[in-house]
């Protein structure tokens, strides 16, 4: 099947009680036992599984071509199970602008549990001196957050493969319908779900997909039904409900963040537009290569340095002023504000979530904030 019907059909099925055609939502916490104390419906508590959860993490998997998924209650939470996965004393080699949330979690959460060297993982000759015996993990982000480098995932994953590490893909800024990691060789994908799969700005999710079971994915389960962060069942029927359209939103961002970049790449305003889409990206081809789509995500840096760029934001009024990503709704930020006094973000960028409103209406806000 291809991702617009998976995105569809799986994970969902007719409710065989009363025919309805969406799966019900289960918010039942417990499950009756039978007589003889077992559980005939496979269900028992809701942190351990949930009907719900179970259609989100089905969908999940085939979206991916994964064998499993594991829905968490955020992608913060989804990283973090990855981590916790990990023996004690494991080295991770993560990328040098990994998302800002993760960094810190790892650097603030895993000091002295953890070793983690953060590198420019694209590079063959710094990624190969970095490698040690407990090196478990190399961590890929790819297109990054907020530059939009590429990382050539089958090239990590070669390297990867000679030392017997395993490859954690974050794909949250390409979804499955840009970029399909597992296909490229990754053992696991990472996602926040609040962003392209949530796609409406209004829930809170994150999943892991595995390649494979495995030993480490049993763990990884156990970290997840243990630990306990797992998505709600009112959360999970809205990641399905919003799945079923993933494919189709996803194009049509797709179609505008082509056009707006065309458009800042040839406005006076504008000094660099960095987008995984346009053929003055550093890193074009292996983009073209390895993605199915270039997706949304772009930033760009305005002459005028962070003073013309605070303003730009100001003066536009389709375009919303928030961080986060992935809504039908526009969203721009100025990055460096937001990650911190250490961050490496130029102060002159914007980095901008293209949403779904008519292009035209995108440009013509630009223009007059720009102006
Ligand atoms: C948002 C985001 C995360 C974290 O996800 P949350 O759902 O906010 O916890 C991780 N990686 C990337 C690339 C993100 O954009």
Redesign the pocket.
């Known amino acids: 099947m291809k991702i617009e019907t998976i995105a569809i059909h799986a994970g969902n099925h007719v409710d065989p009680h009363t025919k309805a055609v969406v799966q019900p939502i289960v918010m039942a916490t417990t499950f009756e036992r039978d007589a003889d104390g077992g559980y005939a419906s496979g269900y028992q508590y809701s942190r351990s599984a949930n009907p719900n959860r179970d259609a989100l993490e089905k969908v999940l998997a085939q979206l991916e071509n994964g064998v499993e998924a594991a829905a968490f209650s ?4 989804a ?1 973090m199970s990855v981590f916790q996965s990990l023996a004690p004393g494991t080295h991770v080699i993560a990328p040098d602008d990994m ?1 800002h ?2 960094r810190n979690q790892a650097k603030q959460l895993f000091a002295g549990v953890l070793e983690f060297d953060f590198i420019d993982v694209n590079d063959e000759a710094t990624l190969r001196a970095h490698i040690k015996p407990n090196t478990g993990i190399i961590w890929v ?1 790819t297109p990054s ?1 907020p530059l939009l480098k590429i990382t050539d995932i089958k090239k990590v994953v070669a390297i990867a493969r000679e030392h017997n590490i395993k490859v954690v893909c ?1 794909n ?2 390409a979804t499955p319908v840009c970029q399909q990691p597992l296909s490229l060789g990754a053992d696991l994908v990472m996602y ?4 392209y799969f949530g796609g409406h700005s209004d829930l ?3 999943a892991l997909i595995t390649a494979e079971k495995s030993d480490w994915w049993t763990k990884i389960r156990a970290v997840q039904t243990m630990g306990g962060a797992v998505p709600s069942p009112m959360d999970c029927y809205y990641l399905v409900r919003s799945i079923k359209t993933l494919p189709y939103r996803v194009k049509g961002h797709v179609h505008n963040a082509l056009l707006l970049a065309t458009f800042l790449e040839n406005h006076p305003a504008v000094e660099q537009v960095m987008y995984p889409g346009s053929a003055s990206h550093p890193q074009y081809e292996v983009a073209k290569e390895q993605m199915i789509l270039p997706g949304a995500m772009m930033s760009f840096t305005l002459k005028g340095g962070q003073e013309k760029a605070k303003k730009v934001v100001n003066a536009l009024k389709i375009f919303t002023q928030a961080t ?2 992935g809504g039908v709704e526009s969203l721009i930020e100025h990055r460096a504000s937001v990650e911190g006094p250490d961050t490496k973000t130029p102060f002159n960028l914007l980095r901008v979530s293209v949403g779904l409103e008519h292009i035209d209406d995108l440009i013509a806000d630009l223009e007059q904030a720009m102006a």
């Open positions: 955020s992608g913060n939470a990283g998302y949330g993760l982000e957050n974050d949250t800024f926040s779900s609040t962003k809170m999710g994150g986060s990503l």
